[in-house]
């Protein structure tokens, strides 16, 4: 009985080392296209990932290895790469002085805009209005909030469900371009549409 035993925890033993890495870790591209990076500690060294799909196995013993094979990540993963969600996205228009009329260049990006959005089965998205410093700042709030229901309607007239939008108005409180209060300029009227 126990030589029986001795050989089952040797089989054990054995298929525990054939097994392979027991943790994976792969850097995936960031959304934005900006530069990330993971640093993995195991037995007391820093390894450290920093190009999209760069991966690290970490064996029994803490040992890594890593590799760089972006087609073999694509293969082997490529389904489950597939299901992420879409990444993130921000639009913005901009507003005549002193109203909720788009300006002719923002009225045409707007079917730009319409046509991302439809491409996303079930988007999430807030409007954020925004102003100048011209007025005080109690019209402003009311003005940035009703530049954001005009986007809104705009976009549940395009398809978009309303209860997938959220309505925001800030005002002059974050100005695109920092300016003294009572001065006209054009990219702080503005909404912007942040789509997840």
């Given amino acids: 009985m126990a030589l ?5 925890c040797l089989l054990a033993a054995v ?6 890495p027991t943790e994976q870790i792969t850097l995936l591209p960031n959304q934005d296209g900006k530069p990330s990076a993971v640093i993995i500690t195991s037995a007391g060294k820093d390894t450290v990932l920093d190009k ?3 991966t690290a196995a970490v064996d029994s ?3 890594v290895a890593t590799n760089g094979d972006s087609a073999e990540i694509k293969k082997r993963y490529g389904a489950l790469l597939d299901t992420l969600p879409q990444r993130a996205a921000v639009f913005v228009v901009y507003f ?3 109203s909720d009329n788009l300006t002719p260049e923002s009225s045409a990006q707007l079917a730009q805009i319409k046509e991302q959005l439809a491409s996303r089965p079930a988007p999430e998205i807030i409007v954020i209005g925004h102003t100048d410093t011209v007025a005080k700042r109690e019209y402003n709030d009311a003005l940035s909030l009703k530049r954001a229901e005009t986007v809104k309607r705009i976009l549940v007239e395009a398809g978009i469900a309303p209860d997938q939008i959220v309505v925001q108005g800030r005002g002059e409180r974050e100005l695109l371009i920092q300016t003294a ?3 006209d300029e054009p990219r702080n009227r503005r909404v912007e549409i942040r789509v997840r």
Avoid: F, K, M, N
């Avoid at 298929?15 to 392979?20: A, C, E, I, M, Y």
């Fill in 4 to 8: 029986l035993l001795w050989a089952v």
């Fill in 15 to 20: 298929s525990q080392l054939q097994r392979g």
């Fill in 181 to 183: 209060d009572g001065v």
């Fill in 96 to 98: 005549l002085t002193d």
């Fill in 61 to 63: 013993h803490g040992a």
């Fill in 52 to 54: 999209p799909y760069q």
